[in-house]
């Protein structure tokens, strides 16, 4: 496997990590009765949109 396909096999990874613990934390702190502006929910969020970034970033560099 090259450098490069791991590398890119990797960020993947990690930005499906991200993303899954955005919407983990987002449940937890929703299913206890946090709101919109509790910390769990902008972290959730901030979660999401890194790992979503990532990933949109990701799909638009040439290959």
Known sequence: MSGERFYRGAVLAFSLAFVAIGLVVLAVTLANG??????G???G???LLVGAGRLWLGSRVER
């Open 41 to 43: 929910f902008l972290m």
């Open 45 to 47: 969020i901030a979660f």
């Open 34 to 39: 946090g709101g919109p502006a509790s910390l």
